[in-house]
């Protein structure tokens, strides 16, 4: 079904947050994320006039636009040269003199998964986004990440297993459980 102008533009800016939300946790950066919304609804903008309102909506339409963006975005800066700017210096010298929270406090835990997440394959982290706290459908994430819907299931899998068993190592370091 095809939109008036209005309607795309009312039906796409419902998402704004969402996928604000979904670039922070891909990019780790505000501005980043910033920059890759703004881009991902120039081309959505651009596009209107070829959207079709599919059954899932434009969820996850949008989503594949920010996700090509990102996944563009960094096999052109893999070829560039990395810089550290001053921020990043002075962080890394503060954060040697800072300890992790204790296990035993749920601020320690938080820190523990999210490190653990942060390990994981950027395609099983994204998976695991866009399940968990996006809250898409599976056949919604392969649509969003043109992937087969088999291979959303096994990314997932995947990731749900590595976190389980890096978390259990923690947890019995912590003496939270026995092994």
Do not use: C
Not at 13 to 26: G, K, T
Not at 79 to 101: I, K, N
Not at 106 to 128: H, I
Not at 141 to 147: N, P, Q, S
């Amino acid at each position: 079904m095809k939109l008036e102008r209005s309607q795309f533009e009312a039906l796409a800016l419902e998402h704004l947050d969402m996928l604000y939300r979904v670039a922070r946790r891909m990019t780790r950066d505000t501005h980043l994320a910033e920059d890759l919304v703004q881009e991902t609804y120039l081309r959505a903008f651009r596009s209107a006039g070829e959207f079709d309102l599919q059954a899932f909506g434009i969820r996850p339409w949008l989503i594949r636009i920010l996700h090509n963006l990102h996944v563009s975005r960094g096999q052109r800066e893999r070829r560039q040269p990395a810089a550290l700017d001053e921020d990043q210096l002075v962080d890394a010298a503060s954060a040697s003199g800072e300890g992790p929270q204790p296990a035993s406090t749920w601020d320690g835990m938080d820190q523990q998964l999210k490190r653990v997440f942060e390990t994981l394959p950027e395609e099983y982290r994204t998976v695991m986004q866009l399940w968990a706290i996006e809250e898409l459908s599976y056949k919604e994430i392969a649509d969003a990440l043109e992937i087969p819907l088999g291979t959303v299931m096994s990314r997932l899998h995947r990731a749900r297993q590595r976190l389980s068993e890096q978390l259990k190592d923690f947890a019995v370091r912590e003496g939270i459980i026995r092994e």
